[in-house]
């Protein structure tokens, strides 16, 4: 039989792009204004990747760190995941680009898409891995340049995207550490996949004049289904989480959520009593990164010391799919 081992995040890492889009800067672009924008999101600004970069310049800049952090250097990584919905390109897949930047070995190297869950989704993945013994060392990123895919005439999308990129280095933890990852609770609801879709680019919506006159090469979605539903299944997917392990809110050092809509995450939590002092904060300055929010948030909170070795972590998440998801650990 094989062994089981024990997975500890070694590292973590996060980058955002210098330029930021003020909601001021956006009264300019659009009907909407300050106070509207963050009376229902909390979001104030938002980063803007350069002309410049692609999405896998900024996850480099978040997996540099993350490798720093972790005291490992590529060459000793088994595998890259990457969790984006706006890779470099189609193919090859941007982990692969990210696998030549970083000069790793021949390794595994896999785009996952997911949408927002994708970071949840992808540690989730590279916890098996490392449990089943697979696999040592694995590179988990969650990257996005979604500014690119934003209509800035439609206020009810423009106002929430950004760019970012974060990552973790996970390990095969020693005999006697702590770190660990409980559980992941992954979900999908493909009845409900409607709420929000980006259409152009796949078989269904091929490149073209046409489909671009149509407005497929933006990303739509339908906001009030949308928030019902990241309640629902954040709530769902954190509750699993609490049951299998036998724990409650007040076990939860803290809970780091997929940060969209302020409104949102303070729902998820007063669901399970978790006071807001509670939960990792990054969206007022950074917006819905997508695949990065987490990762993105989970770095700050370690590296300015909210988060601390011993702690128990509640990471979760909603997105497209509709796809959900948490991970409760031991950090």
């Known amino acids: 039989m094989s062994a089981v081992y024990q997975t500890r995040i070694a590292g973590t890492g996060s980058y955002l792009p210098d330029r930021e889009l003020t909601n001021f800067d956006l009264e300019k672009l659009v009907e909407t204004s300050d106070q509207w924008i963050t009376e229902r999101t909390g979001i104030r600004s938002r980063r803007v990747a350069a002309e410049n970069q692609v999405t896998s310049d900024l996850a480099l800049r978040a997996a540099t760190s993350a490798l720093e ?5 590529s060459k000793d990584l088994d595998a890259i995941l990457f969790a984006t919905v ?30 927002c869950s994708g970071f949840i989704y992808a540690l989730s993945i590279a916890n098996d891995m490392i449990v089943a013994g697979s696999h040592k060392n694995i590179l988990v990123v969650g990257a996005e340049i979604l500014t ?34 409980y559980s992941h609770h992954l979900h999908a609801d493909g009845s409900i996949s409607d709420l929000f879709q980006f259409k152009m680019g796949g078989s269904a919506h091929p490149y073209s004049c046409e489909n671009i006159e149509k407005g497929l090469h933006r990303m739509h979605m339908k906001g009030r289904e949308i928030f019902k539903h990241a309640v629902r299944t954040m709530s769902q997917s954190c509750g699993e989480a609490l049951e299998h392990n036998k ?48 990762p993105v948030a989970l770095d700050r909170a370690v590296r300015d010391g909210r988060i601390k070795r011993g702690q128990n972590l509640l990471l979760t998440a909603f997105g497209a799919g509709i796809t959900s998801g948490s991970i409760l650990l031991k950090f």
Not at 261 to 290: C, D, Q, W, Y
């Open 69 to 73: 952090m972790a005291q490992i250097t």
């Open 86 to 115: 706006s890779p470099d390109q189609l193919m090859p897949n941007t982990a692969c680009v990210l696998q030549k930047k970083l000069g790793a070995r021949d390794i595994m190297a896999l785009d996952m898409s997911a949408a």
């Open 148 to 181: 690119r895919y934003v209509d800035y005439k439609d206020r009810d999308t423009c106002v929430l995207f950004g760019d970012g990129a974060g990552a973790v280095v996970v390990t095969r933890a020693t005999p006697g550490e702590t770190s660990k990852i």
């Open 247 to 294: 724990m409650s809110g007040a076990d939860v050092d803290w809970i780091i959520p997929h940060q969209a809509n302020l409104r949102i995450i303070e729902g998820v939590a007063k669901h399970f009593g978790i006071p807001m002092s509670k939960v990792v904060l990054e969206i007022e300055r950074m917006g819905n990164t997508s695949a990065a929010t987490v």
